[in-house]
């Protein structure tokens, strides 16, 4: 059995790297348009006809293993044939195009449209068990409902992208969804819960040694011990956010820093 198996990946294998670079260059750039032509033993042939020869001596071989996967695989290689646009490039490809009209339409302020495109990069994402663009399409969403203040939707969307990015470890953006949290409960008035999340994404600010985040995490600790009437930890707060702001030439976070002082 093994050495079948061996044989038939072997042949697969072989059979794809028959293509050229010329043709790899084709498939990749030009693979899902109908009728692109590559060239077989001097011959020109359809990219389309091709794979459909190389998957039908794979099922010869393959009709000799008793496996049911291998059929399946096939069966699915050949749908994605028929139809390019179940290949993962075109999924991914659609995915990022709706995650850019989703841009597009929040820089119009056009919130309906830009939750639609960005539940459709979720679903998508979804689909090919991608975590990261998954997460990235949960921030998306949630920083949108937080923009039009439904502030328990917002917040369920930015602690299920929390979860997946400290899943990926991905610190810059545990800390960026920290604070998009932190300002959620900022703005609901629990102040402790959000000195709580404000207090974690300034720790990893300064683990990761970003000053941008060191910054702004020290302004929206100084806004919490506004609320708290803590003015004099405030202003000791805002200055020390100022400084780093201004070591590091961000003017627009510098603005901000002395609207509230």
């Not at 075109?90 to 597009?104: D, F, P, Q, V």
């Not at 663009?133 to 917002?154: F, R």
């Not at 470890?169 to 969804?177: E, F, G, P, R, S």
């Amino acid at each position: 059995f093994n050495l079948k198996f061996k044989f038939v990946n072997s042949f697969y294998l072989n059979s794809f790297n028959a293509i050229n670079l010329n043709n790899d260059s084709l498939a990749s750039l030009e693979g899902r348009k109908s009728g692109l032509m590559l060239t077989k033993d001097d011959k020109k042939i359809l990219l389309y006809d091709w794979a459909h020869e190389i998957l039908d001596e794979i099922e010869l071989l393959a009709e000799q293993i008793p496996n049911d996967d291998s059929q399946i695989a096939i069966k699915k290689m050949r749908e994605r044939i028929d139809n390019p646009n179940k290949t993962l490039s075109a999924i991914m490809l659609e995915n990022i195009s709706n995650s850019n009209i989703g841009k597009i339409y929040n820089s119009l302020n056009e919130n309906d449209k830009v939750l639609e495109y960005y539940q459709i990069s979720l679903k998508i994402s979804s689909e090919i068990n991608d975590t990261n663009a998954i997460a990235n399409a949960l921030i998306n969403i949630g920083v949108i409902y937080q923009e039009i203040d439904s502030n328990d939707i917002a917040l369920e969307y930015h602690y299920r992208a929390l979860k997946l990015k400290r899943i990926l470890n991905d610190k810059i953006n545990v800390a960026n969804t920290l604070s998009n949290i932190g300002l959620i409960y900022l703005n609901i008035k629990q102040v402790e819960q959000a000195f709580d999340n404000f207090s974690q994404a300034l720790e990893i600010y300064q683990e990761i040694k970003n000053n941008y985040g060191i910054s702004l995490s020290l302004l929206n600790i100084g806004s919490v011990y506004v609320e708290q009437k803590r003015i004099k930890k405030a202003k000791s707060s805002f200055f020390e956010a100022l400084e780093i702001a201004k070591e590091i030439e961000a003017k627009p976070l510098i603005k901000n820093i002395y609207y509230h002082l």
